[in-house]
């Protein structure tokens, strides 16, 4: 028996596909298909690189209402140091949204346009939603895919997640060098915060400093104890449209903090190394908490419901005041101008001790191991931080206060005041330890589980933290 | 040329002739065959393999296989006890709300009034299917803004009378037999999410059904309620199933609706299976334990699954 040899091609057989069906190829002929196939593929693979890479635009216009950036000469910017550094190269940059997000991205445009005159080298900003912010972090520091520079927190646990392959740089060796001008001016909990075991992995560019941000037209005044907020807060919830007299911020973990910290207690040991969650002020604060969100001074909703909308019931009037919050002047005048008349800030109501305590926490600008533009991205930040007023329009834009003494003088904001006093002594908001990264996790970590439970259930107050001292105690022992 | 060598050349030949008429459709079913292994069937026994560990991605590298502790983990968790519970309650009651409210839209617009159909059904019809092809974001946020303590529904509810916001979707103390009121308006928007697709699904039968089967049941005096229960509901029959059963599939290991409009909150009141697989694995970043999670999902399912495949081949081969 033979092979049937294919019949000869008609005509116009070319627009028939019947000889696909009908033919029976030989390996010759598949050999040339797989032949073509894989040539063209490569052809393909080739031209792709050839291609020129397109980078992301920035808008380029200019932030309205910021101080224009310095033009001084910076160590960094000089022609020997530009000379060092590779204009090829694109520095990326991985920032939270903070405040109004057109406002940060006109900034950060302004920002990376200065540096690029001044050395040639791109920058490429790429902001980062804060609902995904943890996850995304928690992934790309597993797989390493990581931009050259990131708005870091938890830093601890990025050191331990990076293997040491693709963690934080260690800049103490180019801090020591002067690169990023007299580091003693960056406030001392901002200086601790960086700083791992001797070694310093991030520059300090903000601090979240949580203080009482109220309006006019709800409270007459900041209650300076917090039984003046009972009362006072009793006094708002008469007034129309008002569902609860103030809300909170962030995560209930954040929220459960300030209200221990009223009562003079933390989650941990100073020494971080234990448990503090069995000492009973703990459930003194809880029934406080508890108390008040019956009452409606506080919002057990603002906790409890993830979705709920915290800095926007305090712009449409819902509620008068935020407990515990942000700065919020320059995120109210990009969405809610109309209430920047309203605001005013204080600091939060002192517990039992008779002193105000809140906490806060700086974000550092870390440059990551296995970056192909180490020296393109210190470069960057040595200029950024040594340059005052572009990190102050920085602060400005995000609507964040700075961890530099130097930008902070150039704030004449009147309601920053009021946190820039607050931060003199807080408490870190984010342990400096591994661990913090699992009992914080957002929205059922431990913390975050035992914050719900005190705003929203009926437990017992004991079981509450007892059960968190547990879950806290079992993340401690496998964190050693 | 012995038997034996000519049983071997005849197997030979038969193999040629094998390879060159199946060779092409093979050579061009092979890239997807690549792309589903790579991406489907690959990922899925690396799943099992991670969910015998300890896997950890905020322990990277210490990983070590701790047997089944993971699934017996599952089995012993009253949190997951819960959250299973929870899944079922929202899968069955949104899909039988589904069902219930879309064959009764079909019956009605497929209908007629004195020999003629209803007027304006196309209209209504394509108001019916808005839900349907809303992507689930979207859905989802209208609904939070609707459900939210100063949203419409609170408005309404204020102009009679109610002075207290009702918190529907963060309300972590009302019940209603038993069940928190955020997972009752969770299974109202998974209703009003799911209705069209029955909607569609029952009118196209029903369109199917002999005019002359209504005309003989009329005859004998069937109307109305028995005819739809004695004539139209045994011929839709097999495609209800079918819609029940694939929806039931989709609502057991989704997420979409109930990660995006409470999160699995307030206080795991609306936690379902899918949503707790993503925080275990993404959120606290346990992967070993979210991929137990996972493949036991995927092993609940799987007899289902099978038992539709068999069940739809019999019906075809009915046909």
Redo the contacts between chains.
């Keep these: 028996?033979t092979?049937k040899k294919p019949e000869a091609r008609r005509p116009a057989e070319h627009l028939s596909t019947e000889w696909?069906v009908t033919a029976?190829?030989s390996r010759r002929q598949?050999l040339k298909?797989a032949a073509f196939i894989g040539v063209g593929a490569a052809a393909t693979q080739v031209l792709a690189a050839c291609a020129p890479a397109t980078a992301s635009t920035a808008p380029s216009t200019a932030p309205s209402g910021t101080p224009p950036p310095s033009t001084g000469p910076s160590p960094s910017a000089s022609t020997a140091a530009r000379a060092s550094l590779d204009a090829s190269k694109t520095v990326r940059i991985w920032i939270q949204n903070y405040g109004d997000p057109k406002q940060q991205a006109d900034a950060l445009a302004t920002i990376a346009a200065a540096f690029k005159e001044a050395t040639g080298v791109t920058v490429q900003f790429e902001g980062l939603d804060w609902a995904t912010a943890?996850?995304k972090w928690?992934?790309a520091?597993?797989t390493g895919d990581l931009p050259d520079i990131g708005d870091m927190f938890y830093l601890p646990?990025r050191i331990?997640?990076g293997?040491g392959k693709w963690g934080p740089v260690d800049l103490t060796s180019r801090i020591d060098a002067g690169d990023f001008g007299d580091w003693n001016r960056i406030v001392e909990a901002s200086r601790n915060e960086s700083t791992i075991d001797g070694k310093v992995y991030g520059i300090p560019w903000r601090i979240d400093i949580r203080a009482w941000t109220g309006r006019k037209d709800m409270f007459a005044s900041v209650p300076k104890t917090i039984e003046d907020l009972e009362s006072m807060g009793v006094e708002v919830l008469k007034k129309p449209g008002i569902?609860t007299a103030t809300t909170h911020f962030a995560q209930p973990v954040d929220a459960l903090h300030q209200g221990g910290l009223a009562f003079d207690t933390t989650f941990l040991s100073p020494d971080y190394k234990t448990s503090n969650l069995l000492d009973p002020k703990w459930i003194e604060a809880g029934n406080w908490m508890r108390d008040l969100s019956k009452k409606k001074i506080f919002s057990?909703?603002s906790e409890?419901?993830?979705?709920?909308n915290q800095n926007g019931?305090f712009y449409?009037g819902?509620t008068g005041a935020v407990y515990g919050g942000g700065t919020m002047i320059n995120e109210a005048k990009g969405v809610a101008p109309q209430v920047v008349p309203l605001m005013v800030s204080g600091l939060q109501p002192a517990g039992a001790s008779g002193t105000s305590r809140s906490h806060g926490s700086c974000a550092q600008w870390s440059i990551f191991e296995n970056s192909p533009a180490i020296e393109e991205s210190a470069a960057f930040l040595a200029w950024l931080s040594t340059d005052a007023h572009m990190s102050y329009a920085l602060n400005q834009a995000t609507s964040t206060i700075s961890a530099d003494s130097d930008v902070q003088k150039l704030d004449t904001e009147p309601y920053n005041a009021a946190f820039y006093e607050q931060g003199k002594t807080i408490e870190p908001t984010d342990m400096p330890i591994?661990a913090w990264?699992?009992m914080r996790?957002?929205?059922?970590?431990p913390l975050n589980v035992m914050a719900?439970?005190v705003w929203?259930?009926?437990d017992d107050m004991a079981t509450i933290f007892s059960d968190g001292h547990k879950a806290i105690s079992d993340i401690l022992a496998?964190?050693p | 040329m012995s038997s034996v060598e000519l049983g071997a050349s005849l197997d030979r030949l038969q193999f040629r002739r094998s390879v060159h008429r199946h060779g092409w459709p093979l050579l061009l079913v092979a890239p997807v065959a690549v792309i589903l292994l790579l991406f489907m069937y690959v990922p899925v026994l690396d799943a099992v393999r991670l969910s015998l560990t300890n896997a950890s991605l905020l322990r990277p590298g210490s990983e070590r296989g701790v047997g089944l502790d993971n699934y017996l983990k599952i089995a012993t968790s009253p949190e997951f006890r819960g959250i299973a519970g929870q899944t079922v309650l929202w899968s069955v009651a949104s899909v039988a709300g589904s069902a219930v409210l879309g064959v009764l839209a079909a019956v009605l617009l497929t209908s007629q009034r004195r020999g003629r159909p209803l007027r304006g059904r196309a209209i209504i019809g394509g108001l019916i299917l808005a839900p349907f092809v809303a992507p689930p974001v979207v859905s989802a946020y209208v609904w939070n803004y609707l459900y939210s303590g100063s949203g419409p529904i609170n408005g309404v509810l204020a102009s009679l009378g109610v002075s207290e916001p009702v918190y529907f979707l963060g309300d972590t103390v009302t019940k209603l037999v038993g069940v928190a009121l955020p997972l009752w308006s969770m299974i109202q928007v998974g209703v009003w999410h799911g209705f069209p697709f029955f909607f569609l699904m029952t009118a196209a039968a029903l369109t199917s059904i002999p005019i002359e089967l209504h005309e003989a049941a009329a005859i004998d005096g069937a109307t109305g309620w028995r005819d739809f229960r004695w004539v139209t509901l045994p011929l839709i029959a097999p495609v209800l199933e079918v819609t029940i059963f694939l929806e039931l599939l989709f609502r057991l290991g989704g997420l979409d609706l109930p990660f995006l409009l409470t999160g699995g909150g307030p206080l795991g009141a609306t936690n379902v299976w899918g949503v707790f697989i993503y925080q275990v694995g993404f959120a606290r970043l346990d992967i070993g334990y979210g991929a137990a999670l996972g493949v036991a999902l995927f092993l609940i399912c799987t007899p289902f699954a099978i038992w539709y495949v068999r069940r739809s081949r019999r019906q075809l081969a009915g046909f």
């Design positions: 028996m092979d696909l029976t190829p598949i298909a943890e996850q928690d992934l520091m597993t646990s331990v997640q293997q569902q057990a909703q409890v419901d993830q979705k709920f019931s449409s819902t591994v990264n699992e996790v957002f929205p059922d970590g719900n439970r929203g259930s009926t496998k964190n």
